[in-house]
């Protein structure tokens, strides 16, 4: 199939491209800079230079490569996330409604059948069960600026599934750990948690569904090729308890144990919102994704997963 990627050079679709050819797709990729299209030409994608805020360019770009399938993994994060930062998340805000229409857009006038955008696991509503399938509801109350950011993902995913004409598959990825993620050894949070910086905050009991990147992109690859237009989790075998996974994550980088904090201690250090969702935050189920997918991860769980990626 002829697939038109947006985002392809960011930490999913790095791993998501050299995926889509190895299964014998055509591959168009769209990014700001040239040396990156270079580096795309030369692992075998087609690569055109184009600001996708740019309207009129996307639609000539996307026109040109005629794509059957689009794909949006369009970000713009900053090495760091301090959600102290009320702007932290506008840039990428932007980029899931501005740009997700823009796509959407050009998409329909290229004569594409099916979009599959990325959203996040990580934004329901903390409420009720400890894990939740796609169709609990979000946390769109959710105080500054995670509440932009779920709003944002909440408006990209209403423009993808409900657009007539076109396919459109959300993907809610978990929390991305592996190359070019803040989880990677070179990674902001893995800087903090050798640091001491990044610890448990009163019981630790907020909920992670992580992914690794190449099982992302594994799941990415399934939802261009097959299954039935919606809304999928995308995330593996194990939630877990920040009391849980952060230990062994700081065992695997060679950091220290991570500090316990008090609420209370937690709040001057990192402000309320951070101290709500370390401890309240919930899971999400794959069990959609694998049954309509037919997609499994290959890391089935951050325990195996942080072993072969994280140090
Ligand atoms: N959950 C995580 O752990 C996670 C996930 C993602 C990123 N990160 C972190 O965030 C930082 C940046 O991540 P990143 O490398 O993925 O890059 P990014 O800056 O978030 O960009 C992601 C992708 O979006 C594309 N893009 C953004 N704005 C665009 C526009 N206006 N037009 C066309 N394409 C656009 C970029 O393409 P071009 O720049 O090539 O144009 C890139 O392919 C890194 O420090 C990374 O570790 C963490």
């Known amino acids: 199939m002829r697939i038109f990627v947006a985002g392809g050079t960011g930490a999913i679709g790095r791993a998501l491209v050299p995926q889509l050819l190895q299964a014998g797709h055509d591959v168009s990729v769209a990014t700001r800079s040239e040396a990156r299209a270079d580096d795309l030409r030369r692992i075998g994608a087609d690569a055109v230079v184009c600001d996708v805020l740019d309207g009129t360019r996307l639609r000539s770009a996307m026109g040109a490569a005629a794509p059957e399938v689009v794909v949006h993994e369009l970000t713009s994060l900053p090495g760091a996330i301090d959600m102290r930062d009320l702007s932290v998340f506008d840039a990428t805000n932007e980029l899931r409604t501005t740009g997700t229409q823009l796509l959407l857009a050009a998409a329909l006038a290229s004569g594409a059948s099916r979009i599959v955008a990325q959203s996040i696991a990580f934004a329901y509503e903390p409420m009720g069960d400890p894990i ?45 750990y592996g190359p070019g993620t803040y989880f990677a050894s070179d990674g902001s949070t893995a800087a903090a948690v050798r640091n001491q910086h990044y610890g448990i ?111």
């Open 201 to 311: 905050i009163g019981e630790g009991s907020g909920i992670y569904s992580f992914i690794q990147v190449d099982d992302a992109a594994s799941a990415t690859v399934a939802a261009v090729e097959r299954g039935a237009p919606g809304i999928y989790n995308v995330v593996d075998d194990e939630p877990a308890p920040i009391r849980d996974w952060l230990p062994v994550y700081a065992e695997v980088l060679g950091a220290p144990p991570p500090v316990w904090v008090s609420e209370v201690q937690g709040e001057e250090l990192a402000g309320p919102l951070v101290v709500e969702l370390a401890g309240s935050m919930r899971g999400a189920s794959n069990e959609k994704a694998k049954r309509d997918l037919a997609w499994r991860p290959r890391h089935a769980n951050w325990r195996q997963g942080f072993a072969t990626c994280a140090g």
């Open 132 to 176: 939740k399938g796609e169709d609990a509801p979000l946390y769109l109350s959710a105080a500054q600026p995670f509440g932009g950011a779920v709003r944002a993902v909440a408006e990209l995913e209403r423009t993808v599934t409900g657009t007539p004409d076109i396919e459109g598959v959300a993907l809610r990825y978990g929390w991305l």
